[in-house]
């Protein structure tokens, strides 16, 4: 089953320096993300894996080519386009039941669907918390509530950016756990950026290489490791080695950041 | 932490001020032994003393006092009586009770250097039993005076803080109205508004009109500014979140924005609150004929110290608990807040 559900075609998007010299951000992008996918999107700091994100989600837009969903052209945000910052950026003025329920709120659904809040606050694992206000939490604890904030909305596609970036080692892996069951639970389609060689190929059904100046993909690996992923296991290495050469190939040192 | 007190409080072995929660406490630090407790009381008990065994030079009614004084003793001692089984309150009673002690000493010296001796110029200085004495005398008009005053201050305050926060949000949110109503706000923020007051009195129909506009344009533009810059300073990452998960623009102002900018909302109304104080008692010495601020002239025109003194006192208190409104008002609103600042 290899439904597209996001195709963006010849995308660029170009930003200008102070001197006002040309920087391509994204050139000539072309990918197709198929519905119920993991795609991640690995490669060197600005290649343009944020800026790819930020345009699928509608926060920006290309100077040329174009972004669909399901045929339609993304020109704004949508709920149906969960996105997940590196910082859950959760309202400090709100404890973490209002957050997770904002989304309801935000679109006067709140009354018919305040079960689903509750749903997906034990699901998870903050059940105990919904009280708490997000400085109250921990780093893990406040990434968990921001996924479950965009999930509530039932996305078509969950847009994370770096949202692993900033934990330790033992909740990195605890959330990438979690990733897994959700989407094991909901098949939601995920476009993962990361910085780590193992979490994508931990998480991934698809790896995409990007390169920067220009920033484009270089090249789309499958994963075809199945579930219950081992780190350890002989297909699993020989796809990390993939992936380090291809970064290499690339003329950047490769930096897996994080290993676990 | 509710069974870690309860423990602690439980086992008998340990003194109540051994409580970690007790002698590690950073807002009531003061020392925990029973000694500054009675000093405090013998000092209150001296002023009471030296009232009643020293013969005044001036003629005073002293009922008043001498009533405030032995409630003041009974308090501590009723206070004191509470908190035996209170280890918390008693922290706290033992904290304030140096303080309480110096208050003590003062009023003993108060009443030796006015009354008693007369060694403070007279009538400018008088003593606390005279003060406390047109109090009662004449608490029918300070209390009218002190009313009138609390609905001007109110009627200009509210005026001031809701035009401000509403047009504080209006230019925080468009550039609009940034570019056409923030040189406006600068610029009445750097005059005084007092020096409206000539104007205001000849155009204005009455003197309480007068002193609502000058209140009103006294917490306008700190309220005003405040709340521009807080909805302005809303980190970006809020307003993007809220729209990734359907928010429309009404959403982002008064469930990001707006909530976001509280802090500064409360800042700038706590800086009106001062301005307006001033603006209050000036306005009603200079224009009105009602009034705390009327009162305190009027006394002096008369030569009344006393009374001007005791309006002060009012005075005091009146704004006190205007700022502990606030202050309630506050921590309600900016719960959240709890631990992150501090
Ligand atoms: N708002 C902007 N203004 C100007 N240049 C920008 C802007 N946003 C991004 N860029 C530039 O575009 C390029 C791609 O940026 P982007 O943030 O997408 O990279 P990234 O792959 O997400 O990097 P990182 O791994 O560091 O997050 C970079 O060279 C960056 O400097
Ligand atoms: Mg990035």
Redesign the pocket.
């Given at each position: 089953m290899t439904e597209v559900l996001i195709d963006i075609k010849n995308v660029n998007r170009i930003?200008?320096?102070d001197a006002g010299h040309k920087?391509y951000?994204l050139r000539n992008v072309n990918l197709q993300i198929l519905r119920g996918e993991i795609i991640s999107f690995i490669?060197?700091?600005?290649?343009?894996?944020?800026?790819?994100l930020r345009l699928l989600a509608g926060l920006d837009k290309p100077q040329s080519g174009s972004l669909s969903i399901e045929g339609k052209i993304i020109d704004k945000p949508h709920f149906e386009r969960g996105f997940i910052f590196q910082q859950p950026a959760l309202f400090p003025w709100n404890t973490v039941e209002e957050n997770i329920s904002a989304p309801l709120k935000a679109r006067k659904i709140y009354a018919e669907n305040k079960h689903k809040a509750a749903r997906y606050i034990s699901m998870m694992g903050l059940a105990g918390f919904e009280k708490s206000y997000p400085h109250e939490l921990s780093g893990g604890m406040a990434q968990r509530a921001a996924i479950a904030r965009a999930l509530l909305s039932e996305p078509k596609v969950l847009l994370l950016d770096?949202p692993l970036g900033a934990l330790d080692a033992f909740k990195r892996s605890e959330l990438q756990n979690n990733l897994i069951e959700i989407w094991q639970k909901t098949k939601t389609t995920m476009a993962l950026?990361t910085?780590d060689v193992d979490e994508a190929v931990y998480l991934s059904s698809r790896i995409a290489v990007?390169t920067?100046r220009p920033?484009k993909i270089s090249k789309i690996i499958n994963v075809e490791l199945g579930q219950n992923r081992d780190r350890n296991d002989d297909g699993f290495i020989a796809l990390r080695k993939e992936i380090l050469k291809e970064l290499r190939l690339a003329s950047i040192s490769p930096q897996p950041e994080y290993n676990i | 932490m509710n069974d870690e007190k309860t423990y602690a409080l439980k086992s008998k072995r340990i003194k109540w001020f051994e409580n970690p929660l007790i002698s590690e406490d950073k807002v009531y630090w003061k020392p925990k032994r029973a000694i500054w407790f009675w000093l405090a009381v013998l000092s209150f008990a001296a002023a009471f003393g030296v009232n009643v065994f020293i013969a005044p030079l001036q003629e005073t009614q002293i009922l008043p006092y001498r009533i405030f004084l032995a409630s003041a003793v009974f308090l501590l001692l009723s206070l004191h009586a509470a908190a035996l089984r209170n280890p918390f309150l008693r922290a706290k009673l033992y904290h304030y009770c140096q303080f309480i002690f110096a208050l003590g000493i003062f009023l003993s010296v108060w009443d030796l250097l006015t009354d008693k001796t007369s060694v403070l110029p007279v009538p400018y200085f008088p003593s606390a039993a005279s003060v406390l004495q047109v109090m009662v005398l004449d608490h029918a008009l300070i209390l009218k005076s002190a009313l009138y005053s609390l609905r001007l201050f109110f009627a200009g305050f509210l005026t001031g803080i809701v035009l401000g926060v509403s047009s504080g949000i209006l230019i925080g949110w468009a550039r609009q109205w940034d570019y056409w109503l923030s040189p406006i706000i600068k610029v009445s923020g750097i005059i005084p508004p007092v020096v409206w007051i000539p104007l205001a009195l000849s155009i204005l129909p009455g003197s309480f009109s007068t002193g609502v506009f000058l209140i009103f344009a006294a917490s306008w533009f700190p309220v005003a500014s405040m709340t521009a810059n807080g909805i302005s300073s809303t980190p970006k990452k809020y307003f993007e979140a809220a729209q990734t998960f359907g928010a429309q623009k009404k959403y982002l102002l008064f469930k990001v924005a707006v909530p976001h900018a509280m802090p500064n909302i409360f800042m700038g109304i706590l800086t009106a609150a001062a301005f307006s104080f001033t603006t209050l008692i000036v306005s009603e010495m200079i224009g009105a004929k009602a009034g705390l601020g009327f009162y305190i002239n009027w006394a002096k025109a008369w030569g009344a110290y006393s009374k001007m003194y005791a309006a002060i006192v009012i005075i005091a208190l009146e704004f006190s608990v205007i700022l502990l409104i606030i202050g309630i008002f506050r921590r309600r609103v900016l719960r959240w807040q709890k631990g992150i600042v501090k």
């Amino acid at each position: 089953m290899t439904e597209v559900l996001i195709d963006i075609k010849n995308v660029n998007r170009i930003y200008r320096d102070d001197a006002g010299h040309k920087i391509y951000a994204l050139r000539n992008v072309n990918l197709q993300i198929l519905r119920g996918e993991i795609i991640s999107f690995i490669g060197p700091s600005g290649c343009g894996k944020t800026t790819l994100l930020r345009l699928l989600a509608g926060l920006d837009k290309p100077q040329s080519g174009s972004l669909s969903i399901e045929g339609k052209i993304i020109d704004k945000p949508h709920f149906e386009r969960g996105f997940i910052f590196q910082q859950p950026a959760l309202f400090p003025w709100n404890t973490v039941e209002e957050n997770i329920s904002a989304p309801l709120k935000a679109r006067k659904i709140y009354a018919e669907n305040k079960h689903k809040a509750a749903r997906y606050i034990s699901m998870m694992g903050l059940a105990g918390f919904e009280k708490s206000y997000p400085h109250e939490l921990s780093g893990g604890m406040a990434q968990r509530a921001a996924i479950a904030r965009a999930l509530l909305s039932e996305p078509k596609v969950l847009l994370l950016d770096e949202p692993l970036g900033a934990l330790d080692a033992f909740k990195r892996s605890e959330l990438q756990n979690n990733l897994i069951e959700i989407w094991q639970k909901t098949k939601t389609t995920m476009a993962l950026v990361t910085h780590d060689v193992d979490e994508a190929v931990y998480l991934s059904s698809r790896i995409a290489v990007m390169t920067s100046r220009p920033g484009k993909i270089s090249k789309i690996i499958n994963v075809e490791l199945g579930q219950n992923r081992d780190r350890n296991d002989d297909g699993f290495i020989a796809l990390r080695k993939e992936i380090l050469k291809e970064l290499r190939l690339a003329s950047i040192s490769p930096q897996p950041e994080y290993n676990i | 932490m509710n069974d870690e007190k309860t423990y602690a409080l439980k086992s008998k072995r340990i003194k109540w001020f051994e409580n970690p929660l007790i002698s590690e406490d950073k807002v009531y630090w003061k020392p925990k032994r029973a000694i500054w407790f009675w000093l405090a009381v013998l000092s209150f008990a001296a002023a009471f003393g030296v009232n009643v065994f020293i013969a005044p030079l001036q003629e005073t009614q002293i009922l008043p006092y001498r009533i405030f004084l032995a409630s003041a003793v009974f308090l501590l001692l009723s206070l004191h009586a509470a908190a035996l089984r209170n280890p918390f309150l008693r922290a706290k009673l033992y904290h304030y009770c140096q303080f309480i002690f110096a208050l003590g000493i003062f009023l003993s010296v108060w009443d030796l250097l006015t009354d008693k001796t007369s060694v403070l110029p007279v009538p400018y200085f008088p003593s606390a039993a005279s003060v406390l004495q047109v109090m009662v005398l004449d608490h029918a008009l300070i209390l009218k005076s002190a009313l009138y005053s609390l609905r001007l201050f109110f009627a200009g305050f509210l005026t001031g803080i809701v035009l401000g926060v509403s047009s504080g949000i209006l230019i925080g949110w468009a550039r609009q109205w940034d570019y056409w109503l923030s040189p406006i706000i600068k610029v009445s923020g750097i005059i005084p508004p007092v020096v409206w007051i000539p104007l205001a009195l000849s155009i204005l129909p009455g003197s309480f009109s007068t002193g609502v506009f000058l209140i009103f344009a006294a917490s306008w533009f700190p309220v005003a500014s405040m709340t521009a810059n807080g909805i302005s300073s809303t980190p970006k990452k809020y307003f993007e979140a809220a729209q990734t998960f359907g928010a429309q623009k009404k959403y982002l102002l008064f469930k990001v924005a707006v909530p976001h900018a509280m802090p500064n909302i409360f800042m700038g109304i706590l800086t009106a609150a001062a301005f307006s104080f001033t603006t209050l008692i000036v306005s009603e010495m200079i224009g009105a004929k009602a009034g705390l601020g009327f009162y305190i002239n009027w006394a002096k025109a008369w030569g009344a110290y006393s009374k001007m003194y005791a309006a002060i006192v009012i005075i005091a208190l009146e704004f006190s608990v205007i700022l502990l409104i606030i202050g309630i008002f506050r921590r309600r609103v900016l719960r959240w807040q709890k631990g992150i600042v501090k």
